[in-house]
Every structure is written in structure tokens, then in C-alpha cells.
């Protein structure tokens, strides 16, 4: 176990700085997340501003001295920020380079020209899936909407036909797969092992991802059935270069600290012996902080360089990869101090007592939990932080496979019917020319049948392992 885990689970562990009763903890938590929801929504304020004064609303409202509910916000935030913030640093130098280098226009030319007629709603998918692991929903997006667009008009398919596995397969990963922000968080916070995780993650992603991506894109191409729009179309990054990384050793990039990490996953299964050699090795090689940095020097050459960049190009490239998420790790940040301020104030105890009184099965609740947040707030990187935090106790005694799944749990239920009140419902809606109750019918039920099967696939896992 990390100093990390000590720190947190030793936190986690800590008297409540309260001695308020389960009421008024509960319309603590309530109005604190309340009290979210309504700068986001109505004042338009940050996330990361929100999430700093919910905390501290919740705080004040379960009766807790300010000084001690500032202590416990800037600890989880500080706890936080240090166990994901270089992985999310990493994850985006990685993202950066694949785009810019015209390596994510290499795999989706490559699929492409092999497939044709009705296998290309999967391929759209297995390109989706691929290029959605190491980068940012948005980011995935704006790599692949021209692609979605082109396929579209150039092969007479339904625009919903093509654009539905895509958006799939990006926010499959976006919800369950590390390391992207949520998933990550969510980690950290109940103490879950990363790499059996990611494993159980691909086997949740799989069915998820076909049922919601070529399955319902059908329906989706019945419902709405409208052509590409012209207007945005917009440059494709390796139009501007004189060449390009190959196919093999771009896929080989971006698999690599997924490999890595399920081999130390498996290897912790098999060997179960600290002191064996090998496993001491794949413990090193397999932690997502090597592995992730293993790929960004790795992509330097088989990306960068392939691409033809120069030593200056590359940091270049390194530096504008990092500007854009200075957001998302205050955000992240803040999401922790949320959370370890609901658990400094009691709010663990209240939940355990919740799901024994009730008879809710952890999981369940864990999802219940999220797809409430993400119903009020709009965000899934806030509905997982925040459902993290409330259900982090209930993993106590868990097996390892089960607190994956109370991970995986959290990532579905943060993806249920994206709305009017998400960034991502509208930058869909734009991109693809539609209404909103077109985007309702498309995006938000994509969405919603991505976390329904999700949690169907979680919950019958928990009963075989």
C-alpha cells in the first residue's frame, strides 16, 4: 500500500469533526451538494469555485468549526491533486502528442480504409475505443468529429449511423477506464487496486460500448435522420505535416501503460508474493505513474519524432498539453476536498448505516448516488468525485474485485442522461447540427443506455466474483 492509502485510509479513519445526528447530516449533505448544483447551474460559477464553497457550506451546515472544515478541504484537496494530478498531467502529454503528431489520424485512415458498408458503425467504435484511452472526452471529440462527418458524406451513411458508436466509444472510456479523471478519483478515494480496475473496466467497456454504440446507433439513424453539416468540417491536425508515425507504433503507444498495468494486475493475482522478483519489477513497471511516463518518453520517439518534430517542437507540444487541464485538476482537486470533508464530518458512518437499514446493496447505492449528482450538476467528473467520496466507507471489508466494481459503479452511474446542464450535451448538439430533442433522443439516450448496461454488467459480475 502507498503512503497515500495510509494518509487517506487514516483520514478516513478519523473521529468526525461533529456530533451532529444523522438528520442534520443529512440535510447537510444535501444542501451542501444543493448549494453546488445552484452555482453551477444558475450563477454559471466553476466547478472548482462551486465545489470550494459547497465544501465549506457543508461543513458549516453540519455544524463543524470552519477552521476544521478549511483543514479537512485543503488536506483532500492536497491528498488528492498529489495521488492523480501527475497522472492526469501525463495522460494529457500523451493525448497531446498523439493528436499533433497525426498519429490519431493514422489509426482512423487505417481502420477506415478496411472497413466499409455495415462494419463501419464498428469500426467507428474500435477507432473510438482506441483513441479514447489516453485523451479527454473534448479532446476525443474535436479528433474525431471530422472524421464522423467525412465517413458520413462520403459513404451516404446516416450521420447518426456513424456518430453514435463514436461518441460511444469515447465516453465508455471517458466513465470507466483509467486514467482518465474520474475513474482515477474514484479510485484513489476507496482505496481500489488500478490495475484490476482497468481489467474488470474492459470487461464492463465491451458489452457497454457495443449495445450503446453500433446496437443503438440503428434507432438513433431512425429517429434522427439528418445529413453532415458542411460548416463544420474542420482541419484534421496531420493535414499541415509532411508525415506521419505508422499505424503499429502509434496502437503499440497508446496500448503500452494499459498493458503494463494489466501485467502487474495479473502478476499481483498469479505470484501473491511481495518478496518475488517478479512481481517486485511489474509492481514498478506496472504503477500508473511509470507506466504512463513510460509511454510519454516512448511517444516522443514513435509519435514525435516519427512525425518529424524537433527537440523544440516536441517541448513545444509538451507545454500546450498542459495549459488546458490546469482546470479539470483544480476541479479534481476541489472534488477532494468535497469529499474528505463529507467523511471528516461523519457523513461515512451515516451512509454505512443507510445501506445496512435499507438493505441497498453497495453498488447499487454507489450508482444511485452518482446518477444523482450527474442529474443535478451535468458533470461526470463531479457526480464520480462527489459519489466517491459519500460511498468510500462502504469498501471497507470489500474484496479487491468488489471495490473495482464499486469503482466501475460510480464511473456508470456519472454517465446517466447527459442534459441541458452538460457542456458535453451541447458541444454534440453543435457539431452535429441538431436540436435539442434530437440531441435528447441521440446523445442523452446513448448516454443513459451506456450507464444502465454498465451497472447490469457491474452487478452481474459481483455475483461470479
Not at 51 to 59: E, F, H, K, N, R
Not at 211 to 218: E, K, T
Not at 240 to 259: I, N
Not at 423 to 441: D, I, R
Request: with cysteine; net charge neutral.
Amino acid at each position: 500500500m502507498t503512503s497515500l492509502s495510509v494518509e487517506i485510509l487514516a483520514a478516513d479513519a478519523a473521529e468526525p469533526i461533529t456530533s451532529a445526528g444523522n438528520a442534520q447530516l443529512g440535510i447537510a449533505v444535501l444542501a451542501g451538494i444543493a448549494v453546488i448544483v445552484l452555482l453551477i447551474t444558475k450563477f454559471k460559477l466553476h466547478a472548482f469555485l462551486a465545489l470550494t464553497i459547497g465544501s465549506l457550506a457543508l461543513g458549516a451546515f453540519a455544524g463543524a468549526p470552519i477552521a476544521d472544515a478549511i483543514k479537512s478541504f485543503t488536506a483532500g484537496l492536497g491528498a488528492t491533486v498529489a495521488g492523480v494530478g501527475v497522472l492526469i498531467a501525463l495522460g494529457a502529454i500523451l493525448g497531446k502528442l498523439l493528436a499533433d503528431s497525426g498519429g490519431a489520424d493514422q489509426i482512423v485512415d487505417t481502420i477506415l480504409a478496411k472497413a466499409g458498408g455495415r462494419a463501419m458503425p464498428w469500426a467507428m467504435v474500435l477507432i473510438a475505443s482506441v483513441i479514447g484511452l489516453p485523451l479527454f472526452f473534448e479532446v476525443g471529440i474535436v479528433l474525431l468529429i471530422p472524421v464522423v462527418l467525412l465517413v458520413a458524406k462520403r459513404g451516404n451513411y446516416s450521420l447518426m449511423r456513424i456518430g453514435i458508436p463514436a461518441l460511444a466509444g469515447l465516453s465508455v472510456m471517458h466513465g470507466l477506464i483509467p486514467p482518465h479523471p474520474g475513474p482515477l478519483v474514484a479510485i484513489d478515494a476507496v482505496g481500489a487496486n488500478l490495475g484490476v480496475t482497468l481489467a474488470l473496466g474492459l470487461v464492463v467497456a465491451i458489452p457497454t460500448v457495443i449495445i450503446a454504440g453500433p446496437l443503438f446507433s440503428r434507432y438513433a439513424a431512425r429517429w434522427v435522420d439528418i445529413p453532415a453539416p458542411e460548416n463544420m468540417i474542420p482541419v484534421r491536425p496531420s493535414e499541415d505535416l509532411d508525415k506521419r508515425p505508422g499505424f503499429g507504433a502509434t496502437v503499440a503507444t497508446v496500448l503500452l501503460p494499459v498493458v503494463l498495468m494489466l501485467v502487474k494486475a495479473l502478476v499481483d493475482i498469479v505470484v501473491d508474493n511481495p518478496d518475488n522478483g517478479v512481481q517486485k519489477v511489474t509492481d514498478v513497471i506496472g504503477s500508473p505513474l511509470i507506466a504512463l511516463l513510460a509511454a510519454v518518453i516512448v511517444g516522443m520517439f514513435t509519435l514525435g519524432r516519427a512525425a518529424g518534430f524537433t527537440k523544440e517542437r516536441l517541448s513545444t507540444t509538451v507545454e500546450k498539453s498542459l495549459a488546458p487541464i490546469a482546470g479539470v485538476l483544480l476541479i479534481v482537486g476541489a472534488g477532494g476536498g468535497f469529499k474528505q470533508t463529507l467523511i471528516d464530518i461523519g457523513v461515512g458512518q451515516m451512509i454505512l448505516e443507510f445501506s445496512e437499514n435499507w438493505s441497498i446493496p453497495a453498488l447499487l447505492l454507489a450508482w444511485l448516488i452518482a446518477v444523482a449528482i450527474r442529474l443535478a450538476t451535468g458533470s461526470a467528473t463531479v457526480a464520480t468525485i462527489s459519489a466517491a467520496g459519500l460511498v468510500a466507507p462502504l469498501a471497507e471489508g470489500m474484496s479487491t474485485s468488489h471495490t473495482a466494481l464499486l469503482v466501475l459503479a460510480i464511473g456508470a452511474g456519472s454517465l446517466f442522461f447527459s442534459h441541458v446542464n452538460d457542456a458535453g450535451f451541447w458541444l454534440v448538439k453543435e457539431y452535429f447540427g441538431m436540436t435539442v430533442g434530437q440531441t435528447v433522443k441521440t446523445w442523452s439516450v446513448m448516454e443513459t443506455i451506456i450507464s444502465v448496461v454498465g451497472i447490469g454488467c457491474v452487478l452481474l459480475l459481483s455475483l461470479v466474483l
